[in-house]
């Protein structure tokens, strides 16, 4: 190589003349290139990035570099990106990268618009780059807020009506199995949420939070299918696997485990539909699928390759080789196109999904009487939240124009495999009564918009392909209004569904077409933007809508859309383009405490999912916090506050009830209402119930009073309304008023009653509360509810004024008893470094000095080695203090915490509970936060604030006045974040509508 002058090796050379030989090296290169400068690396990537990847070199620098020794670096061996960017490869990537968490079929939207976050197995979207948090809460409040909601899995339990309901009356609560026993949830025109739990465990061992839903029947069923009933049970993925097991454990069920046989032949079948080889995942035991030539899965596709082979026989005998290589070519091509027309894109997208039926999980008791199918990751589940959710439904769906077919043709078309998968509705819609049901499906579609109050009913519909009805741009929207259609009062539809058939669900999925055949339908339109018209070989999408009942305050009322898989993102981006804002999980989290919308299981304090997640977020907690500087960091010890990252619940409890083993959160909507009247926040049903019972003179007289106290001793709950108290126990020829209207207005006994039985259960109990504060500040999670005494209650009831807005009660500084000992641990910990690197440095002088330097350069393995013993030997030396060493961390760590086993009730007041989720409430303009107490210190502290007020414990049936601030005050508490001594007076509210 040729070299300039002034030209040398770099490193043979000092660091303080290699900036002088660089200068030297500049200007010499100048001169040689006639003056021109000679072209230097970005100042982004003039060492680090360079040095570590040399192609990042200007091309016109890498010949150079390649001829100073960069040949000897190691070329990458990953492909080039217009390889990676092929379909078929992106598409194998995004199947490799779904391994340990699964992609909702929205992700790469989501991706593209939302930080995600990967949680219980899925990649989940967050919350929104280009959105705050105000815009998806005026999303859900005033117009529309769009959530997929696909993570919830599926259940479906098959078998006799009665066993299954002797089976999750185990598991229930009186008052949730009286709600499943209603004829409307078991004909399937209503789905209800309900509360699990721990077999035979009730109020005890809650496991989440359910969403049941009866299949109808239909008049065609024979008699054994007649006998048989279907339940659909949707549940959070954090709780998934604890509804199994509590399933399983009632039951009596045991795992059904997939032959070799079906699932090779399941494999060639998916292979002839241009579909590659596919593992189940959700089963969590690996399934060897073999590859064997000439199994099919039809006698079709058997002829298909059988006249194929015959045809290139043929071809091979009359043409010489080279002709014969062209035309295998040829034929492999159009096999390739083939298959991309038939959708084999899509099935490769629900590679990771168990897909088709025959894949899904499956368990069945011992004589078979009762199965259980676990669908998840094979329904699509969409939320919308708003007052415009169903404006944003009428605009994005358009119902499907279904004709009979005659049945001699449907008979005929069923013998054949492609008219089934493609013409699935002419299957299903094969007579005249199910053609008037759809119709009859339709007319209520279009009569909904004017019954909001209406809830959780179940509307199936068949639509249109949403593709073909797509706007062309995003847009604006009508709002519907009540003139507008007319009015319905009782769900009196059909409710079958094709979605129910999981024969039809496959045919539905794999009979899709692709996105280039609409596409190309959609520009053969003469006016560009225009409606397709509806053509009889169209697709139609069966969907169900599941409205939901407003939570607080007449917020958070929206509709559900389940529909098949591989439909996701047909079904997503009309409802996009029509009006719906993106939200992700942490919109839910804010709607939980703006709307007091349900808490899903990893929130809750009584469930194995909860216990869980904040084992794991105290983790991540603690591991934040201590990643600051010292000098960044609150000390929790001066401030008193011994469980910063997390809330104690059973700790919490055994200090007001020693001996608590198990806790569980009050979820009795009667006791609560009680609780909630005695705090001053009752529901407005609840008082006007109130003033009714006042009013009469004699308790014993009142119809509900009656019904109520029979219900007690029969051992039921009343689940009757106010509006048929009077009316006595429902029948099952109306029980729509028994669960229809919200659980706020149901009746209860007397106070009395209601507060002994409070009194009963206070034995670890907790309370779910959302807090109010009364002046500036905000609440952060796990801030402590403390229980005012009697002298800051009186206090501030005879300074509250509107000038007065201090708030004067601090707590004093703790002293900081681990400050010495921190202190010692660093002195400490820097004696025994200095002493291990001295000792280190000994002893490779030691080997050098006994090692010859000369022949140590020759062999450097030698040196190497007698220095990595030597150093071996000072460690096996000095075990105690290297291990002293290495656990400095930990211990440095603990002395900056309070020490666990200290009293909880270490401050001037005593904690009650605490805060998980606090922040500025929109709603209210006012800083809020959601959290539990404990029963009796709520108890406690009602009692005191009457006594204090003047008030009589017996006159608890008065109502409060909600215009006067201060009787809407006057149950306050204290709470305090755990960064600050400073106490805040907060309004609590017994939260009722999300229980």
Not at 464 to 472: E, G, K, Q, S, Y
Not at 976 to 988: D, E, I, T, V
């Amino acid at each position: 190589m040729e070299e300039l002058p002034g030209q040398c090796n770099y490193l043979a050379l000092g660091a303080a003349r290699i900036q002088e030989i660089k200068l030297i090296v500049t200007k010499l290169e100048k001169c040689e290139h006639g003056g021109r400068a000679f072209q230097n690396l970005p100042r982004h990537m003039q060492r680090r990035t360079v040095s570590s990847n040399p192609k990042r070199l200007p091309r016109c620098l890498q010949e150079r570099h390649m001829r100073e020794g960069g040949a000897n670096v190691k070329p990458s061996h990953r492909p080039r990106r217009k390889y990676r960017r092929r379909p078929s490869n992106l598409l194998a990537e995004y199947n490799r990268r779904q391994k340990d968490f699964v992609w909702l079929e929205t992700h790469i939207w989501h991706a593209k618009r939302f930080h995600m976050k990967r949680q219980w197995g899925y990649a989940l979207p967050d919350t929104p780059t280009c959105k705050g948090y105000r815009a998806t809460l005026r999303a859900a409040k005033t117009s529309c807020l769009l959530q997929d909601v696909s993570y919830l899995c599926c259940i479906e339990l098959e078998g006799p009506s009665m066993s299954l309901l002797d089976g999750l009356s185990c598991m229930m609560q009186p008052d949730s199995l009286a709600l499943l026993n209603t004829s409307q949830v078991q004909h399937g025109q209503q789905w209800i949420s309900v509360m699990l739990f721990e077999p035979g465990r009730q109020p005890y061992g809650a496991l989440g939070d359910v969403d049941i839903q009866w299949h109808p029947k239909s008049s065609e069923m024979s008699e054994t299918q007649l006998d048989n009933s279907k339940i659909w049970i949707w549940v959070h993925p954090s709780a998934h696997g604890h509804v199994i097991e509590a399933l399983v454990q009632v039951f009596q069920l045991q795992k059904i485990t997939i032959q070799s046989k079906d699932a090779t032949t399941q494999e060639t079948e998916m292979k002839m539909d241009g579909t590659k080889n596919i593992e189940c995942d959700t089963t969590n035991e690996d399934v060897e699928l073999k590859d064997k030539e000439g199994v099919c899965g039809t006698v079709e596709i058997m002829e298909n390759l059988s006249n194929e082979n015959a045809q290139n026989e043929l071809l091979c005998t009359t043409l010489d080789d080279e002709s014969v290589a062209e035309n295998k070519k040829n034929v492999k091509h159009q096999k390739g196109r083939k298959d991309e027309n038939t959708g084999s894109v899509d099935m490769l997208k629900l590679g990771k999904r168990n897909i088709p039926h025959e894949r899904t999980p499956k368990y069945a008791s011992s004589d078979n009487s009762i199965t259980m199918t676990l669908l998840k990751d094979t329904l699509n589940r969409f939320r919308l939240t708003g007052p415009r959710s169903l404006s944003v439904l009428m605009a994005a769906f358009t119902p499907a124009n279904i004709k009979p077919e005659p049945e001699d043709n449907i008979h005929s078309s069923c013998d054949k495999s492609n008219d089934s998968t493609q013409l699935w509705w002419k299957q299903c819609y094969h007579n005249e009564e199910r053609v008037r049901g759809h119709h009859q499906q339709v007319s209520a579609w279009k009569k909904l918009a004017s019954s909001h109050h209406f809830s959780r009913v179940v509307l199936p519909i068949t639509i249109r392909d949403p593709r073909v009805t797509l706007p062309h741009k995003k847009g604006f929207f009508a709002t519907l209004t009540a003139d507008y259609v007319e009015s319905i009062e009782h769900p009196d539809w059909p409710v079958v569904s094709p979605l129910y058939d999981r024969g039809l669900r496959d045919i539905i999925t794999q009979s899709k077409e692709p996105d280039s055949l609409i596409n190309k339908r959609r520009s053969q339109n003469l006016v560009p933007g225009s409606d397709m018209p509806e053509i009889p070989e169209e697709n139609r999408l069966p969907i169900l809508l599941l409205s939901r009942p407003p939570t607080f305050r007449k917020h958070g009322s929206g509709w559900d859309i389940v529909l098949a898989a591989g439909w996701g993102m047909s079904v997503w981006m009309p409802l996009v383009f029509c009006g719906g804002a993106a939200g992700g999980q942490q919109e839910s989290q804010n709607l939980n405490m703006e709307m007091l919308s349900p808490m899903p299981p990893h929130l809750l304090p009584d469930t194995p999912a909860g216990s869980c997640y904040t084992t794991w977020l105290g983790e991540q907690r603690r591991i934040q916090f201590f990643r600051r500087p010292p000098a960044s960091r609150y000390n929790f010890i001066k401030l008193g506050v011994q469980y910063p990252f997390y809330a104690p619940w059973k700790k919490l409890l055994q200090v007001w009830e020693p001996g608590t083993r198990d806790i569980f959160v009050l979820r009795d909507t009667r006791l609560l209402n009680g609780l909630a009247q005695q705090a001053g926040n009752a529901t407005k049903a609840f008082k006007k119930c109130i003033l009714k019972r006042k009013a009469d003179n004699d308790l014993d007289e009142i119809p509900c009073k009656k019904l109520q106290m029979s219900l007690e001793t029969t051992g039921e709950i009343s689940s009757c309304s106010r509006d048929d108290a009077s009316k006595g126990p429902h029948t099952e020829e109306n029980p729509r008023k028994s669960h229809i209207c919200d659980t706020q207005s149901k009746e209860l006994p007397s106070h009395r009653c209601s507060i002994e039985e409070l009194q009963k259960l206070s034995h670890g109990c907790l309370v779910m509360v959302k807090l109010i504060l009364q002046y500036k500040g905000i609440l952060e999670p796990c801030a402590m509810i403390y229980l005012p005494e009697e002298e800051d209650i009186s206090t501030r009831e005879n300074t509250m004024k509107p000038t007065d807005r201090k708030e004067g009660i601090t707590e004093l500084l703790h002293n900081d008893t681990q400050s010495e000992h921190r202190l010692k641990l660093k002195v400490e910990h820097n004696k025994i470094k200095g002493r291990i690197q001295h000792l280190r440095r000994k002893a490779r002088s030691k080997v050098a000095r006994e090692k010859d330097i000369v022949a140590a350069i020759q062999s450097g393995e030698s040196i190497k080695k007698a220095t990595a013993d030597a150093l071996d030997k000072i460690h096996e030396q000095n075990k105690e203090i290297l291990a002293k060493y290495s656990s400095f961390q930990e211990e440095m760590e603990n002395a900056w915490l309070m020490k666990i086993n200290e009293p909880l009730q270490c401050c001037s007041r005593k904690i009650m509970g605490y805060i998980i989720n606090g922040n500025f409430c929109q709603t209210l303009g006012r800083g809020a936060g959601i959290g539990w107490v404990a029963l009796k210190p709520l108890l406690h502290f009602i009692n005191l604030c009457k006594k204090i007020s003047g008030k009589n414990v017996e006159s608890s049936n008065e109502v409060q006045n909600d215009d006067n601030t201060v009787d809407a005050w006057r149950y306050a508490v204290l709470v305090r974040n755990p960064s600050s001594l400073q106490y805040h007076w907060a309004k609590m509210v017994i939260v009722v509508e999300s229980q």
